[in-house]
């Protein structure tokens, strides 16, 4: 997939862990846990939007488009 999540680095600059912000978002770890993998296959605009005021981040801060590598090469 060339959805790439960089959740992890958000919560890092944070200082804050997996389970905080799952409190203050109100979703639950395992689905954020799914989300932080990069497992998920869809994220609402609702979560997205939650996760940015808690992180006080814009969505590009946490959602990245990375081709993969064999469009990359089909491309060229």
Do not use: W
Request: glycine residues 2%.
């Amino acid at each position: 997939m060339s959805i790439k999540v960089n959740l992890d680095r958000v919560l890092l600059d944070r200082k804050m862990s997996l389970t905080q912000l799952a409190d203050k978002v109100g979703i639950t770890l395992a689905n954020l846990s799914i989300l932080k993998t990069g497992k998920a296959r869809a994220v609402r605009f609702s979560t997205l939007d939650a996760l940015c005021r808690e992180l006080e981040c814009q969505p590009a801060d946490i959602l990245v488009y990375e081709p993969d590598e064999e469009i990359k090469l089909a491309a060229e």
